[in-house]
Each structure stands twice: as structure tokens, then as C-alpha cells.
């Protein structure tokens, strides 16, 4: 149980910064490099919070 909250909370945060770093302009694959995670993962993430990918 505690591992899955980690789990959960990593992916927030990482969504999170990822929103920020698209709000200043950087395109998916820059983002992905930045957050050092693949960028299918950046995109399946941001499916149900922005109804569309990064």
C-alpha cells in the first residue's frame, strides 16, 4: 500500500513539472530529456489530466 502512494506521488510530481516545463515553451521530447523518463510515459500520464497528450 505504502509503495503504490510513492508511486502515485511520483507521478504527480512529475506531471506537475512536466505542465510547467510545457507552459514555458519546451516541446515533449525536451521535457522527457529534463525529467529523465521516456516520453510515452509523459504522454499517457498527461491523457487523463489534459485529455491529450504533451
Given at each position: 500500500m505504502f509503495n503504490q502512494s510513492v508511486k502515485e506521488l511520483e507521478s504527480c510530481m512529475?506531471?506537475?513539472?512536466a505542465i510547467r516545463l510545457q507552459h514555458s515553451g519546451r516541446k515533449p521530447a525536451q521535457i522527457a530529456?529534463?525529467?529523465?523518463?521516456?516520453q510515452t510515459l509523459l504522454n499517457t500520464l498527461a491523457l487523463p489530466i489534459l485529455g491529450k497528450p504533451l
Amino acid at each position: 500500500m505504502f509503495n503504490q502512494s510513492v508511486k502515485e506521488l511520483e507521478s504527480c510530481m512529475v506531471m506537475r513539472e512536466a505542465i510547467r516545463l510545457q507552459h514555458s515553451g519546451r516541446k515533449p521530447a525536451q521535457i522527457a530529456t529534463e525529467l529523465s523518463v521516456p516520453q510515452t510515459l509523459l504522454n499517457t500520464l498527461a491523457l487523463p489530466i489534459l485529455g491529450k497528450p504533451l
